[in-house]
């Protein structure tokens, strides 16, 4: 028999709760954790202690209550119902409720599959961060997302009374973006161009756009205004399955010369979107990924095959120009500014010429700070008057 108490803080307020762990006369354990009603240890522990006897002498009591809890789901047994009944029934987006779908199999399930959902506890999601110590932190929060949406779903539903764990994510470091200084991603563009008008196209979109990988492979023709010089982004392709942009909105981005061209060399009748193979299939990710691959072989950069970086060049590039950010964030669909901020750097470039201009300017001031006296003259006598 057991009876521990630990401080808990939420929200502002503070206080105690009793965890209470004994078994039975029969060998079958009991297990309770409730906040005490005193506001010292000291006090939650004899409360915790008193609380242990009153259970025991209830015994037949307590224990038809606690095999009603017992009928409480499992997670397991919950987790298709969360499915189901929340992210589908809420539209989710399909690569949204993937996700969801992979980190309960991968991560969840073997951990916590057999638990029912009231008997988590704090620690079972330490020792879920632990065995993910290799993964990145974004895989970590993810699964922890999925984790607290369930259960705030399962309480919302009146499953189970409360939240029986509080969930801490991870703090994620400030990351940086990659992207292409101008001379690489023009290098880019003309070892794609060399592989043929699809492969090049791939690589504007991206780079002179700022499309994703689903966007590109969802555009259609009637989305391409040569004459209005525009493209419009209304829809995004993930595995098959047709959706708005992530921001969750239609937008237009007008077309550089380069673009523009690209369109027109490889303009096709094979069906009404932009992007097919030779033999007239449609695209899959993979494929767009073997063409990024191939252009990066070819321009001697490093091959990943990811497509990302070309719309964080598109951004950045946007940015090292002067262009503002609430401008930037429209051309990028972002639904929040503070997903554009992140993109206000500047390249090696920049730097060197921000430095420079810097000595210039120093070059150009008044003799006085180079004399030796760090004192302004219009700061004494009569000029301060």
């Known amino acids: 028999m057991s009876v521990k108490v630990r401080q808990y803080k939420k929200r502002g307020k503070s206080g105690w709760e009793v965890d209470i762990m004994f078994k ?37 009591q307590v224990k038809e209550k606690a095999k009603t809890k017992r009928e409480v789901p499992t997670v397991e047994e919950f987790f298709p119902r969360f499915i189901e009944g929340y992210a589908k029934a809420n539209r989710q987006k399909p690569s949204g409720v993937d996700s969801k779908e992979s980190h309960f199999r991968n991560h969840l399930l073997p951990r916590f599959g057999k638990k029912r959902l009231v ?37 919302k539903w009146k499953v189970i009374d409360r939240m029986p764990v509080e969930v801490e994510h991870l703090k994620a470091a400030e990351s940086t973006v ?33 499309l994703r990988m689903g966007e590109m492979i969802a555009l259609e023709w009637s989305d391409v205004d ?30 550089t010369r380069a ?38 072989k070819r321009a001697g950069l490093k091959v990943t095959g990811a497509l990302l970086i070309l719309r964080h060049t598109f951004c950045s590039h946007l940015a090292m120009g002067g262009v503002p950010p609430l401008s930037i964030k429209e051309l990028a669909g972002h639904r929040s500014l503070r997903t554009t901020l992140r993109y206000m750097h ?21 003799a006085w700070r180079h004399s030796g006296d760090e004192k302004d003259p219009e700061s004494t006598g009569a000029g301060s008057r």
């Open 24 to 60: 039975w006369p029969d060998g079958e354990l009991y297990r309770e954790r409730v906040k005490a009603p005193v506001g010292s240890k000291s006090g939650a522990k004899v409360w915790g202690e008193r609380r242990q006897a009153e259970l025991l002498a209830r015994g037949k």
């Open 346 to 366: 500047l390249g090696k470039g920049e730097k060197h010429r921000a430095i420079q201009m810097l000595e210039e300017g120093r070059d150009a001031s008044p």
């Open 119 to 155: 008997t988590l506890a704090d620690e079972d999601v330490q020792k879920l961060k632990s065995a993910l110590q290799e993964r990145s932190v974004k895989t970590v929060n993810n699964c922890l997302s999925t984790l607290s949406t369930m259960l705030k779903v399962a309480v």
């Open 259 to 296: 673009l523009a061209s690209a369109l027109v060399r490889a303009r096709h009748l094979r069906g009404e979107r932009v992007l097919y193979r030779e033999d007239g299939t449609p695209v899959s990710q993979q494929t767009v990924r073997s063409w990024m691959s191939a252009a990066q």
């Open 178 to 210: 990659d992207f292409y200084e101008v001379e690489d991603y023009e290098r880019l563009v003309q070892a794609a161009e060399k592989l043929g008008p699809a492969q090049q196209l791939v690589v504007l979109l991206g780079g002179d756009a700022g």
């Open 226 to 255: 040569l004459k209005r010089g525009l493209l419009k982004v209304q829809r995004s392709d993930w595995k098959g399955h047709v959706n708005l942009p992530k921001g969750g909105r239609p937008r237009e981005v007008p077309l």
